[in-house]
């Protein structure tokens, strides 16, 4: 989970949580040197300390102690003393800011309400310091750590961890934090939501009371029988459930006490109370949901409410939107026809009349709903519509803005009074038609752009476009801030090739290179939060990538790209317990490193696979052992990658399985990974038993296909559609069309083209390369042909395209931030924009180029041996 520090650090990118500005809020022991023959570091945050002359074991018993925002320099200044007086170590939160983050309500749940972390020696250590601490914070409350054991009443909790890094596998193929387990395996070091013990540990004694405690808290005296978690936040969740005495079905608003702040400090159980109040204020309009009572369970609090029939109304533009449609458009014809906008905007219109409705009754009560967001919006079966969701309701006329609001849907000038809700009302019409409403705040021209469009492709009524950019645009005097200010490069965005694509890409390939930070060791270029578990050099998320996309579009003439190069040679060589794979680890840094001239570098990274257990690695190509038998191949080892082969193939003729979700599919994580490897054997080795492997490798990922429309075929999620490079089709496809040119198979060139029909999708709602538009940019370029959707993908692209310091760039799924990065960022972009306008075959995504067929790889004759089972007729 993306937390709240990362997304508060920068006002344009994600970032480290460290990153955050708190100067002005250290903890005076933040600046304290360390005490004589004291050991001091400082990382993500927290300032360690530890005695020079004691060591400490690889894991065991640790102790969080947490506290309320008032209390928290105080119970530092405890730990401090109490841990250098007996010589322990410890660290602690630098600052009053990032402690807020850690409570704050989008803070991951595991982490909440850790302020200081305590590393007990040995079990003895652990009594006598939860004895002496819990004696010195008598009366301190904080949030409950719900990974831990609470000890006492107090803030002290206690769970059994790792103290040094270590990572492994875990069963789902996800490298994770371990611990050692029985004859020094690494295994999963879990840190989840509730207390665990792993199976070889046994709790000390004294620890026996706590956890008889812990079980008598547990649910079985709920009166209420959870049947759904509905939504999960660090101050509680929401849950469908049934009342035990009646059969009533209800909905469940939990709170944890000091947890979920907001910006103003308020916790979860603050809102709760006000919504409480609100929803009694409003009782009796049909607009807003009964509330039944409230109960408390444990320690937590929740709010008892109606069940709302229907969907919210982001699940209904999902499902009804016509340009979220699979094979939406092509080049000849901008399908959906004209009855289908049609039907769509009669039906979107009347929503929004619904809800105005609502929210005039809401003002007739005098409350401020306060955060209008199509995911606080019920559509009933009927049509009808109901508010839910009232933490941030208040009374008109009360002082202050609300102290939470979902990006895209407030602004600063609009955060008093009724004017919150006719801002939200305006932003939630316009993300019915076009929902990239959080692109605004990166770029003021956007909001221009995006109602024309919507008056474009939609028969909106007459000033649609006028009224929301009245009501959306800042009042007269309005200060822009930093990331609003630059101008743009006055180039337009390219909907095919000639001078505004050149001067497209170069203002990419600029906007990338202003964004680099050769002085951090942590990241080189901004992207997905995700760059910073493997020291910013992966190829998906980190400096790899990046260097990647500029070096094959040609731009690498940049005098500071061979800098850049070398930073990423320094990176290789620091990252302490790297990811094996292409994507997220070594693999792809090693790939990257070669591609760009330095191969000894390339080799020593190679290297350090071979220190790496890949036992509990998966089969997919992001991180699995596809991508890793890719890499090896490309640097010539034919054996290694052969070997890597086999046990893919032994999984696909025995039935067996690998760590990963059993139900992973497409190009990164699903069975057409080791399609490709397999394609990529039968050309070094000339065994056409890899292309029986590579049949039914992609037979996998094809019976999870269906057609959603005649003469298409996409990836079935639930009652989505995939088009997506890393999970649909679009990744399906570019491995289909490898496989196709070592071996001539009618079959597989009809499923081809169908799933390639498929790939026309008008609207997503990322830019990215791995799950967005230009992903689809990318795989309709690579496979062109007739009807290819290439000019529709960067029309859309042109909706998401926002300035940084006046050149091009694109955000991450979401929208919150900028990225650079290869998978979800203006790299990607960069590479699939360049293969479109172009039309070199020069830029493909890693190792996916087409390899030489020689000899031992010309194209089989005949048709294939058998159509494994699965596969879509």
């Known amino acids: 989970m993306l937390a709240q520090g990362h997304l508060v650090a920068d006002p344009c990118f994600v970032d480290a949580l460290d990153r955050v500005d708190d100067a002005g809020s250290r903890f005076a022991r933040t600046t304290s040197p360390p005490p004589p023959g004291w050991l001091r570091a400082e990382r993500g945050g927290w300032v360690n300390l530890r005695r020079q002359d004691a060591p400490l074991p690889r894991q065991g018993w640790k102790i969080h102690v947490s506290a309320t925002e008032d209390r928290a320099e105080h119970v530092v200044d405890t730990a401090w003393d109490y841990c250098v007086r007996h010589g322990v170590t410890f660290k602690f939160l630098r600052s009053a800011v990032l402690h807020h983050q850690v409570n704050s309500k989008q803070a991951p749940r595991p982490a909440g309400g850790k302020l200081v972390t305590v590393y007990p020696a040995d079990e003895p250590d652990l009594e006598r310091i939860l004895t002496g601490l819990a004696a010195l914070l008598h009366g301190v409350e904080g949030p409950y750590v719900l990974s831990d054991l609470r000890w006492g009443e107090g803030p002290l909790y206690v769970r059994y961890g790792g103290f040094d890094a270590a990572y492994c596998f875990a069963p789902d193929g996800e490298y994770v934090p371990a611990v050692e387990g029985p004859g020094g395996v690494l295994v999963p070091d879990v840190r989840g939501t509730s207390f665990r013990v792993p199976p070889w540990v046994e709790p000390p004694a004294f620890l026996a009371p706590h956890i008889a405690a812990l079980r008598t808290a547990a649910p079985g005296g709920f009166p209420y029988r959870v049947e759904k978690a509905l939504h999960f936040s660090n101050g509680g969740g929401v849950y469908r459930a049934v009342e035990k005495d009646s059969g009533r079905r209800v909905v469940l608003r939990e709170a944890r006490p000091h947890a979920g702040l907001d910006d103003r400090g308020t916790d979860a159980v603050a809102r709760l109370d006000n919504e409480e109040a609100m929803l009694e204020r409003l009782a009796g309009l049909d607009c807003v949901p009964r509330l039944y009572g409230r109960t408390r369970h444990w320690e937590h609090h929740f709010l008892v409410q109606e069940l709302i029939p229907g969907e919210t109304l982001q699940e209904a533009i999902g499902r009804r939107h016509p340009l979220f ?56 079966p009927d049509g009808s519509v109901c508010l839910v969701d009232f933490e941030t309701a208040h009374a008109d006329g009360d002082d202050g803005a609300p102290a939470l609001g979902t990006p895209g849907f407030t602004a600063r000038w609009a955060r008093s009074g009724r004017s919150v ?63 609003e200010t630059d101008a743009a490069d006055g180039s337009r965005w390219p909907e095919g090739p000639g001078a505004d694509g050149l001067a497209a890409l170069a203002s990419m390939t600029e906007a990338i290179l202003l964004s680099a930070t050769p ?252 799950d967005g538009q230009a992903g689809l940019l990318h795989a309709a370029s690579r496979l062109a042909g007739p009807g290819s959707a290439a000019s529709v993908h960067l029309r859309s692209l042109g909706l998401h395209c926002v300035r940084f310091r006046g050149r091009r760039a694109f955000a991450l799924d979401g929208l919150l931030k900028l990225s650079m990065d290869l998978a979800t960022g203006t790299a990607g972009v960069l590479l699939a924009v360049h293969g479109a306008l172009t039309g070199e075959a020069c830029a493909p995504l890693p190792l996916l180029e087409a390899a030489p067929v020689g000899p031992s790889a010309q194209q089989t004759a005949g048709p294939p041996a058998q159509r494994p089972v699965g596969s879509p007729a």
């Not at 009349?353 to 606080?376: K, M, S």
């Not at 752009?449 to 474009?456: F, G, I, V």
Request: proline share 6%; charged share 25%.
């Open 421 to 483: 809700d006719t801002y939200g009302l305006a932003a939630l019409t316009l993300a019915l038609f076009c929902p990239l409403t959080p692109l605004l705040r990166f770029d003021p021209d956007k909001l221009a752009q995006l109602t024309a469009w919507c008056e474009l492709r939609f028969p909106v009524p007459r000033g649609f476009g006028a009224r929301l950019r009245r009501r959306l645009s800042p009042p007269p005097g309005h200060a822009p801030r930093a990331e």
């Open 519 to 770: 002085e951090r060791d942590d990241r080189l270029f901004p992207g997905d939060v995700r760059q910073f578990d493997n020291q910013g050099a992966s190829l998906a998320h980190g400096a790899a990538g990046v260097l990647y996309a500029l070096h094959v579009t040609g731009r690498r003439g940049h005098p500071a790209f061979a800098e850049h190069v070398d930073w990423l040679v320094r990176a290789a060589g620091r990252t302490r317990w790297p990811r094996p794979g292409l994507y997220d680890g070594l693999a792809g840094v090693a790939y990257a490193l070669d591609l760009l001239g330095r191969g000894d570098a390339a080799r020593e990274t190679l290297a350090r696979l071979d220190d790496v257990d890949l036992g509990g690695c998966g089969a997919g190509l992001f991180g699995g052992l596809s991508g890793i038998g890719l890499a090896r191949l490309h640097f010539g080892d034919a054996r290694a990658a052969e070997a890597l082969g086999e046990r893919l193939a032994r999984v696909i003729e025995g039935g067996g399985r690998l760590p990963g979700p059993a139900d992973a599919v497409g190009l990164m994580h699903g069975w057409s990974g080791p399609a490709l490897l397999f394609t990529r054997l039968r050309g070094a080795t000339g065994d056409d038993r890899w292309l029986r492997l590579a049949q039914l490798a992609l037979a996998r990922d094809l019976g999870r296909c269906g057609a959603p429309r005649a003469g298409l075929l996409q990836v079935r999620d639930g009652q989505r559609w995939l088009p997506t490079l890393d999970r649909g089709g679009a990744g399906i496809a570019l491995v289909l069309d490898a496989y196709l040119t070592h071996h001539d198979d009618p079959h597989y060139a009809r499923v081809r083209e169908r799933v390639r029909s498929g790939l026309g999708t008008e609207l997503l709602l990322s830019p990215g390369l791995f």
């Open 325 to 380: 449609r699979d094979g939406a458009a092509d080049d000849s014809d901008l399908a959906p026809d004209g009855s289908a906008l049609a039907a769509y905007t009669r039906w979107a219109c009347d929503v929004v009349d619904r809800i105005e409705q609502a929210v005039a009754h809401l003002h007739g009560r005098g409350v401020v709903f306060g955060d209008l967001q199509p995911g606080n919006v019920m559509v009933r």
